[in-house]
Nanobody, 125 residues
Framework: QVQVVESGGGLVQAGGSLRLSCIVS????????MAWFRQAPGKEREGVSC????????YYPDSLKGRFIISRDNAKNAVYLQMNSLKPDDTAVYYC??????????????????WGQGTQVTVSS
């Protein structure tokens, strides 16, 4: 049984940082591209970042480049999202996702193999 468990969310002031973690079990982690998505109240879920199976290739929407950094540790079956210079607009539930072998150019709209339960990030102004 595949399990995807996020942690690290919380309340932070604008300008602060948070690091989200995601631990995956039940599959061959180093065969999988991994991604983070988020969903704010009243908005559609959006892709935040995607990393290839080896961490060499990472992808971000232009709006988040330079503030968010995705990384992974295959020895720990873990993927991370470092979020810096946080803004109130970053407030959302953040989800970890198992993407399959690749981060395709369409990764933000592709089907996801497995989702985590989400972790709440709240940025106060």
């Amino acid at each position: 049984q595949v399990q995807v468990v996020e942690s690290g969310g919380g309340l932070v002031q604008a300008g602060g940082s948070l690091r989200l973690s995601c631990i995956v079990s039940g599959l061959r982690f180093d065969n999988e591209a991994m991604a983070w998505f988020r969903q704010a109240p009243g908005k559609e879920r959006e892709g935040v970042s995607c990393t290839s199976w080896d961490g060499r290739n990472t992808y971000y929407p232009d709006s988040l480049k330079g503030r968010f950094i995705i990384s992974r540790d295959n020895a720990k079956n873990a993927v991370y999202l470092q979020m810096n210079s946080l803004k109130p607009d970053d407030t959302a539930v953040y989800y970890c996702a198992v993407m399959g072998p690749w981060c395709l150019s369409s990764w933000r709209n592709d089907p996801v193999n497995y989702w985590g339960q989400g972790t709440q990030v709240t940025v106060s102004s």
